[in-house]
């Protein structure tokens, strides 16, 4: 490995030493980022490894072999500096020499890996899905999911789990809201989706993201997972959702770890959330209106018996399941939802969306209206529909704008 030398060196007893003396140079062995290790190209297993202790292995295993080497030419004591004896001090200069060198880093893992797919050292592949990408037999997944969603709103999911594993997901800014009572089957299909992506998925907070308090709620993300889950999440309160915007948007956001240096990542996830409460919808300007899918279950269930049957035969059809999906994705094309609307949230939470909604009439048949009698049937509106707060003219003149295509 090219970010350090194996040395030796004769002590004044005449004895050989052997150890690692680490290189500072930009390796292509070995990432930093944040000052902390990131991974370690492992040749034996083909695989970038994020597991630090590797890094004491491999290195172990060649200073072992040299070991071999220097006594078959010699007769003295060869005694080597292992790195996984503490009392060697390798490990603590290895420790520093991380703590001291520049980030060298690339994103791993920013792709689905399976179970039949070649890699090579430039793929960044650090694990492996435990099932092949291919075409099968969804018996039980399709008896599933056609009794918990109805045909439309299925697509929407199998869409999304088709724009992941096509690897599409990171430049799509869209991320699934399963909305409806509990009980309903979001979690179930939630299970399936942990499930196809393990060890490529986080779990995150929504009402973290969402809080001006939390400086910490993007550290889930730190491991560069492609789906984030959250099973009961909360949107009805949002203080400021710049930051979920920026997330669901894969914009590079700075990463902020506890007793960690901050450093910048783009985060490549794509968001499943499953609530009991409605998103809540600021105005016809908020960025969550163009990301936001909704799903909304059946209603329909399955017997206990033969639901439990079900889940325990989609463990094997896995892969087949990835493919249908995947297909679905590419019958549908990366851009079906780009000027899907929200309808559902927006009339539960928006009140000035259910203002326009409601006299929609008025502004049909008249081809436009004056801002005066606008306001005025708002005023109204609001007394009839007790609106706590008012907008006021010069705000209430701005929003109005945003449902008309001209304005004079």
Known sequence: MDFYQIKERSTKNGVIEIYPDFRVCRSKDLMVRGKSFYAIWDEENNIWSTDEY?????????????????????????????MSDYSSKAWSEFKSYIGNISDNAHQLDEKLTFANTDVKKKDYVSKRLPYPLEKGSIEAYDELIGTLYDPEERAKLEWAIGAIVSGDAKDIQKFI???????????TILNIVQKLFNGYYTTFEAKALTSTSNAFATEVFKANPLVAIQHD???SKIEDNTKLNSIVSHEEMTMNEKYKPSYTSRINCFLFMATNRPVKITDAKSGIIRRLIDV???GRKLPAKRYQTLMTQIEFELGAIATYCLNVYREMGKNYYSGYRPLEMMLQTDVFFNYIEANYHIFKTQDGISLSQAYEVYKVYCDEALVEYKLPRHRFREKIKNYFEKFY
């Open 54 to 82: 590797d890094v004491q292995r491999l290195i172990d295993s060649e200073l072992k072999a040299h070991r071999e080497k220097v006594i078959s030419r010699t007769d003295g004591v060869v005694n080597v500096k292992l």
């Open 177 to 187: 809201v399963l909305y409806g009572e509990a009980g309903a089957g979001k979690s």
């Open 233 to 235: 999440g909360d949107l």
């Open 296 to 298: 909304k279950p059946s």
